[in-house]
């Protein structure tokens, strides 16, 4: 699954807004998301991709939410 869908699913799932952090430690732990290179997800890549799509994600009060 690409990285931008791990992280709809996570917000979706936890019905939450939630933490850069967060998401990739959840992402990491259901192996939602491989890294070409094997190594885990970060908080910076999560947050690469939340600003990549501002149309889908809103950050408010340093917590992630989708827009829809």
Known sequence: ???????VYCLTTS???MRT???????NRQRLHHRKDGQPV????????????PQVFVKSEG????MI
């Open 42 to 53: 970060t908080s910076q890549q999560v947050y690469a991709v939340i600003c990549r799509f």
């Open 21 to 27: 952090e967060q998401i990739a430690d959840m992402i």
């Open 15 to 17: 019905n939450r807004g």
């Open 1 to 7: 699954m690409k990285i931008e869908e791990a992280i």
């Open 63 to 66: 917590r992630i939410m989708l």
